[in-house]
C-alpha cells in the first residue's frame, strides 16, 4: 500500500463518478448556457448569435415595449390569483377530503384529473368552453337567460382571468393532493391534544396544522411559482396572446423576439430579465432556508 | 472559399450536359393543395435532368425557416431551401452560409431576364448574387363579392371609396363589411396595402424604404390610418382567424370584400367562381393600380460535395427556365419572373396583374426594405390596433413613428 489513508479525492469514487455527467451537464448547460445568453443579450444578435456590443440598448428597447409591458402586467396579475387562489382552492379541497370521507379515491381521482391533461389540451377545451358561440354562454341562454354575456377571452380587459381560470382547473389538483398528504403526516395525537383543549377546529388548522405543514407549502410553493413563470403553451393554445396582445406573457414574449423577429439579442435580453426576477425571489429565500440548516444541524 | 466555390460552379456548368445523377435535397413550406402542386412542377423538371429531388416540406414557415437556420449553422445544410426573397437571409449571407451564384446568374443572363429587377436586387448583397427568384406575389387585391353587394341593392365598387361608403348598407343587409383574419400578418398587410394604394407611391417608399419619420408622421400618413380605423370598424364582426376562412366569406357572399394577396385567387379557383362573374379583384384598392413584387426565391448553402454543387447549379439554371416557369406559375397561381414567356392560360385576375407588370407599375414589398423585426414589430402594432377599438389613429400613427425610428 503506497499510502494509508486514500486521497479524499478518490473516496466514495462510484459515487462521484455517477455524479459526473449531473454535474458536467449542470455546469455547461445551465450555467454555461445562462452566461453566454447573459453576455449575448448585450449585443445585437439577429438571426444569428452576433458579437457586436450595444451595451444596454437590448434592455432601454425591452422597457420601452408596450407588449413586453403588457406581458409583466399579466404575469403579475396571473401569478398573484394564481398563487393565492390556488393554495386556498387546494387547502380547502385537502382539508374536506381529510373529513374521513366515502369514496375518497374516486373524488381524490376527479379533482387530481386535469392535473394528467397538458396544458396544449387544457387551453384548448377552455377556449372552447368560453366560446360564447357554443360554450358557456350559450348554454345558459338556452335555458332563458336571454341576456346573459360571459365571454372573457374576447374582452381585452378581463381575457387573462379567462386563462386563470383554466389554469387554476387544471392545477388545483395536484396543490390538493400535496397538501392531503401534507395533513395525512401531522400526528393524530396533535388533534386530540387540541379537542382536549377545546379548541375550535379552524384554529386548529390554522394555527397548529398549518404551521406544522410548512415543508409542504415550501414544496408546493416552488412548484406553483416556477409554473407560473414559465406559463406559454398555456396562452398559446388558449388565446394565441389574444385578443390583440391583451394576454401575452413573458416567456411568449421571449419566444416572439428568437423565432419570429429573428431577434436574439432582444429574446435574450426578455429571458435575462426573466431570470433577473426569479432570482430576486428564489436567492434570498434559498438563503434563508438553506443557509442556517448547518446551524440548526 | 470563395475561389473554390466559384471553381466548382465553373465546372459544374461545363459538365452540366454530362452530369451523373444525384441526389439533391430541397426544403420548402408550400404544402397547401395548389403549392405542392407546384413544387411538382420542379421537381419534375428537375428528375428530368437526371439528377434527383428529395423533396423536404416542413408545413408553416416560422417553422420551416427554424428548421432551416438550425441546419445551416449547426453544419448539416440540405441542397438548397426557399426563403423570401429580401432581407430574411441577409444574415446567413453575411456569416458565410450561402453560395454565391452570381456565376449562374450571369451565365444564364438573369440580369437582362428577370422583370422586375428589383427582384434580383433583392438576391444581390454587395454585387453578388445569392439566390434565385421563382415568382412574384402582390399584396394589393381587393375581392369583392357581388352576391353580398347585390342582396345589399348596391353596384359592385369598382375602389376603395366606393367600397368603404357601401358599409353600412352591407351591414344593414347583415353581411359583414369586410372580412378580415385576427392575425397580426394579415392586419399589417391591409394597413400596408391602404399605405401603397392611397398614397402616391412615393410616401410609401420613403415610410419603408428610408424610413422617414417626418413623412410617417405627416398627415397623409394619418389619413391611411383613418382608413384603417375604418376598416376596423366594418371588420368589427369578422371573428375568423386564418385568411382563407375569411376568404371564404367573401367566396359564400357573407362578407363584402377582403383585403388579401393574390394567393386568395387560388382559393376562387378551387371554389368553381368565377373572375368577373362571381367576384372581382381590384388591384392597388382599385384607387391606384400598382403592385407590390415579393415572393419566393431559393437559396443554395456552400456545400464540399463537388457532385452536390454541380447539381446546385444545375437547380439554379433551371429553375427560371421559360418552360418550368409557366407549369409552377400556373400552378401556384403567382406571376412569372420573366416577362418574354406567354401565360395566355392566365385568368382575368392574373392578366390585370401581368398587365400592370408590363406596365412596370410596381413597388417594392414590405419584406424588401424592412427586417422581420420591424414587420413582426408593425404586425404586433395592428393586432392590438385592429382588436381594441379604444386605440386611436392618432396614437396608433405615433407608435407606428416609434417603430419607423427604431427600424434599420
Known sequence: MATERPNQLFRNMNAKVAAIPMIVTALFVFVGGTAWTIVYSFTKSGLLPRMKWIGLDQYERLWGTKKWLIAIENLVIYGLCMLTLMFVIGFILAALIDQKIRFENTVRTVILYPYAMSFVVTGLVWQWILNPEFGVQSIVRDFGWEGFTFDPLYSPDIAIFGVLIAGLWQGSGLVMVLMLAGLRGIDQEVWKAARIDGIPTWKTYIYIVIPMMRPVFITTLVLVVTGIVKVFDLIVAQTGGGPGIATEVPAKYVYDMMFRNNNLGQGFAASTMMLLTVSLVVIPWAILEFGGSKRRG | ?408
Not at chain 2, 412615393?202 to 394619418?222: C, L, N, P, R, W
Not at chain 2, 418552360?323 to 397561381?333: D, H, I
Request: glycine share 8%; net charge negative; hydrophobic share 50%.
Open chain 2, 1 to 408: 472559399m470563395r475561389i473554390t466555390s466559384k471553381l466548382l460552379a465553373a465546372t459544374a456548368i461545363v459538365a452540366a450536359s454530362s452530369a451523373s445523377a444525384t441526389e439533391l435535397e430541397v426544403m420548402h413550406w408550400w404544402t397547401s393543395g395548389g403549392e405542392a402542386a407546384a413544387v411538382s412542377e420542379f421537381a419534375k423538371a428537375f428528375d428530368a435532368t437526371g439528377n434527383t429531388w428529395v423533396d423536404a416540406a416542413i408545413a408553416g414557415g416560422e417553422n420551416a425557416r427554424a428548421v432551416m437556420v438550425s441546419r445551416l449553422t449547426g453544419g448539416d445544410p440540405m441542397g438548397a431551401f426557399q426563403f423570401n426573397h429580401g432581407r430574411q437571409a441577409e444574415e446567413l449571407i453575411e456569416s458565410g452560409l450561402l453560395r454565391d451564384i452570381t456565376d449562374i446568374a450571369e451565365a444564364e443572363g438573369w440580369l437582362d431576364l428577370v422583370n422586375p429587377s428589383s427582384l434580383l436586387e433583392a438576391c444581390t448583397v454587395e454585387g453578388r448574387v445569392y439566390c434565385a427568384p421563382v415568382n412574384i406575389h402582390s399584396w394589393q387585391w381587393l375581392w369583392v363579392s357581388h352576391d353580398a353587394f347585390a342582396e345589399a341593392g348596391l353596384p359592385v365598387p369598382s375602389n376603395w371609396a366606393e367600397f368603404a361608403a357601401g358599409a353600412d348598407k352591407l351591414a344593414a343587409a347583415g353581411k359583414i363589411p369586410l372580412a378580415m383574419g385576427q392575425q397580426g400578418w394579415q392586419q399589417s398587410g391591409a394597413f400596408n396595402v391602404m399605405m401603397a394604394s392611397l398614397l402616391p407611391s412615393e410616401i410609401f417608399t420613403s415610410v419603408y424604404g428610408d424610413k422617414d419619420t417626418d413623412v410617417a408622421a405627416s398627415a397623409d400618413v394619418a389619413t391611411v390610418f383613418a382608413a384603417a380605423a375604418e376598416a376596423r370598424e366594418m371588420a368589427a364582426k369578422s371573428t375568423v382567424q386564418n385568411w382563407n376562412d375569411a376568404t371564404n366569406l367573401v367566396i359564400t357572399g357573407q362578407a363584402g370584400g377582403q383585403i388579401m394577396g393574390d394567393w386568395a385567387q387560388g382559393e376562387f379557383a378551387v371554389a368553381g367562381s368565377v373572375a368577373g362573374e362571381d367576384y372581382s379583384c381590384l388591384p392597388g384598392l382599385g384607387t391606384n393600380p400598382r403592385l407590390s413584387t415579393g415572393g419566393d426565391a431559393f437559396y443554395f448553402p456552400v456545400l464540399d460535395d463537388a457532385d452536390q454543387a454541380a447539381a446546385q447549379a444545375e437547380l439554379a439554371a433551371l429553375l427560371l427556365k421559360p418552360a418550368t416557369q409557366v407549369s409552377f406559375n400556373l400552378a401556384k397561381g403567382s406571376l412569372p419572373v420573366r416577362g418574354d414567356i406567354d401565360l395566355s392560360a392566365a385568368n382575368d385576375c392574373m392578366q390585370k396583374g401581368l398587365g400592370l407588370l408590363a406596365d412596370g407599375a410596381l413597388l417594392p414589398d414590405v419584406n424588401m426594405l424592412a427586417t422581420p423585426d420591424t414587420v413582426n414589430q408593425i404586425n404586433t402594432l395592428f393586432t392590438e390596433f385592429f382588436a381594441d377599438a379604444s386605440i386611436s389613429a392618432a396614437d396608433a400613427q405615433a407608435q407606428f413613428v416609434e417603430i419607423i425610428a427604431d427600424a434599420e
